[in-house]
C-alpha cells in the first residue's frame, strides 16, 4: 500500500532570479508537509533546472505544481511558451546545457505539454516508497 495520499500544491512566480529559490523553498515545504524528505533532493534540483529553463527561455511568469497520486509525485512547470525544450548535448568545456539531462537522471521520467492557448508544460515524476517506513536506527 502506498504511505501517501493523493495531493497537488501550485505556486505563480515571475520570471526573475529570486523565484528559483522560492520553487526551491516551495518543493521543500511541501515534500516535508506529506513526509517525502527523501525526495526533496532530487526533486527540487529538478523543480530548479525546470523554473530556470521557464526564466530563461520563455520569460513570463509561471506555474510550478506539486502533485502526489499512486505512488507517484508529479512536478510540472508551466509557462507560456510553446516552444518545447530540445536535451543538449554539451561540451565538456560549455558552461550550459546540461539542465535536461539532469532532469533525465534523476526523475523516473519526463516530457512535455503544450495546449492550444500558447502554454507548455515540463513535467517529470519521481517514485515514492511503498509499504511501511524504514526504520531508523
Known amino acids: ?5 493523493d495531493w497537488s500544491h501550485e505556486a505563480v512566480l515571475v520570471a526573475e532570479p529570486v523565484s528559483a ?3 526551491r523553498d516551495f518543493i ?17 534540483l529538478v523543480a530548479s533546472e525546470l523554473a ?3 526564466m530563461v527561455h520563455a520569460r513570463t ?16 512547470v508551466r509557462d507560456d511558451s510553446t516552444s518545447v525544450p530540445v536535451k ?3 561540451q565538456a568545456m560549455d558552461m550550459s546545457g546540461r539542465g535536461l539531462l539532469l532532469v533525465e537522471q534523476l526523475s523516473r521520467e519526463w516530457g512535455t505539454n ?4 500558447g502554454s507548455k508544460s515540463v513535467w ?7 509499504g511501511p517506513a524504514p526504520e531508523s536506527t
Do not use: Q, W
Open 1 to 5: 500500500m502506498d504511505r501517501i495520499s
Open 21 to 23: 529559490s522560492s520553487v
Open 28 to 44: 521543500r515545504l511541501h515534500l516535508v508537509e506529506h513526509d517525502l524528505r527523501y525526495l526533496e533532493e532530487d526533486i527540487r
Open 52 to 54: 530556470t529553463n521557464a
Open 61 to 76: 511568469p509561471f506555474t510550478v505544481t506539486l502533485s502526489a497520486s499512486g505512488g507517484t509525485v508529479l512536478l510540472a
Open 88 to 90: 543538449a548535448v554539451p
Open 114 to 117: 503544450t495546449d492550444g492557448d
Open 124 to 130: 517529470a515524476s519521481f517514485a515514492t516508497r511503498t
